[in-house]
């Protein structure tokens, strides 16, 4: 488990598990030749990737960054993407019950960004976190509850409505603070709403940056996506996002790498970015 102080502020990453996208559409118009050099497939195409959740301890609130796939998916989507449904069972090895969340935020709503949000009882989908509130752009559920074809797939009502119908997930209207030191800011790209979830203690800041830059392969500017909707506002979003993240040090929590939570970005002499796991924060 990866555990590090932040200012006063504890960071564990709490893993979900890992499961399964498709090579070409993890990296989009990226040739095959060049990303398996970073992430191999298998013989099926497959690369494993993480689903990196993060519990942030401030003192006064434990806030848990992202649900991860959850225990629900329809059975065809588990056998394309596998639903390895650890997050729970990580959470208590860390220590933490589900009550003892206070705070839950998504930075969309794609299924494997929200799916513990949820577990079902009776039959019916009930808050895990019985005493959390969560938090998520309004625009993105908005939107969630009319997707495109080429994106419906990614959305399951179960994950969300049930909460916003008993007003137990706010619906937020742009970058906002939500407990003392964790905030949101929109980013967007991948969907038109997504969030980041920026921490800051002591002076020091982590940014779990989530599909913006899904993995610690995924740096360059032009290494997009294939589900990104708008990869042209993802790439002014990147340019937005290195321009602070990089001169201020802020430690970048990648979601879905399978061996790399978080590291500090840097550009060498060239110009190339890289992920420093080691390097110290200013
Ligand atoms: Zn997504």
């Not at 056998?79 to 003892?100: F, M, R, T, V």
């Not at 007003?167 to 790209?189: A, H, T, W």
């Not at 201020?248 to 002499?269: A, C, G, R």
Request: glycine share 8%.
């Amino acid at each position: 488990m990866h555990r590090l102080t932040l200012g006063n502020f504890e960071l564990i990453a709490v893993s979900d598990g890992l499961y399964r996208l498709d090579g070409g559409v993890l990296f989009g118009v990226i040739p095959k030749v060049m990303w398996s050099k970073r992430m191999p497939a298998d013989e099926n195409n497959y690369i494993p990737v993480g689903l990196n959740s993060i519990l942030v301890r401030t003192g006064d609130h434990t806030v848990l960054i992202e649900t991860g796939i959850g225990n629900k998916l329809p059975e065809k989507l588990a056998k394309i993407y596998g639903q390895p449904a650890k997050l729970l069972d990580n959470l208590s090895a860390a220590g933490i019950a589900p009550e003892d969340i206070d705070i839950v935020i998504n930075t969309h709503l794609h299924f494997d960004h929200c799916g513990w949000n949820t577990v079902l009882r009776a039959g019916q989908p009930a808050a895990t976190f019985p005493k959390a509130k969560y938090y998520v752009q309004e625009g993105e559920w908005q939107y969630a509850q009319h997707p495109s074809e080429r994106d419906g797939i990614s959305y399951m009502t179960a994950n969300y409505d049930p909460l916003v119908a008993s007003g137990q997930m706010q619906l937020l209207r742009g970058d906002q603070e939500i407990v003392p030191g964790v905030s949101v800011k929109v980013f967007p790209g991948h969907t038109q709403y997504m969030q980041a979830v920026l921490v800051h203690s002591g002076g020091k800041t982590a940014c779990y940056i989530s599909d913006l830059i899904p993995t610690s392969a995924h740096l360059d500017l032009n290494w997009i996506t294939g589900f990104d909707l708008f990869p042209l506002q993802t790439l002014e979003s990147r340019k937005r996002f290195y321009a602070e993240a990089i001169p201020q040090k802020w430690l970048t929590i990648f979601t879905h790498d399978p061996n790399m939570p978080w590291s500090y970005v840097e550009k060498d002499e060239k110009g190339k970015l890289l992920a420093n796991a080691s390097a110290k924060a200013a």
